[in-house]
């Protein structure tokens, strides 16, 4: 579980990709979705990618949820 969780920490395109590609499809069928919105989805995606690359891990910043 933890593994997985720092994984998606490491790599959060997955988690973004996702509300890209939704806008992409919606621009298929409604061309009120501007082109402009699509590359500030990508540009905060770049951007994330970059901050969490090169954020520090604090021990005492670390919270765990767990479910059962």
């Known amino acids: 579980m933890i593994g997985y969780l ?3 920490l490491m790599h959060p395109a997955p988690l973004l990709n996702h509300e890209i590609e939704r806008l992409r499809a919606l ?3 409604n061309n009120n979705i501007r082109q402009d919105e699509i590359q500030r989805a990508l540009d905060e995606q770049e951007e994330l ?3 969490i690359k090169n954020a520090r891990v604090r021990m005492d910043a670390v919270q765990f949820i ?3």
Do not use: D, G
């Open 6 to 8: 720092w994984e998606m």
């Open 27 to 29: 621009k298929k069928i």
């Open 49 to 51: 990618s970059i901050l």
């Open 66 to 68: 767990i479910i059962e």
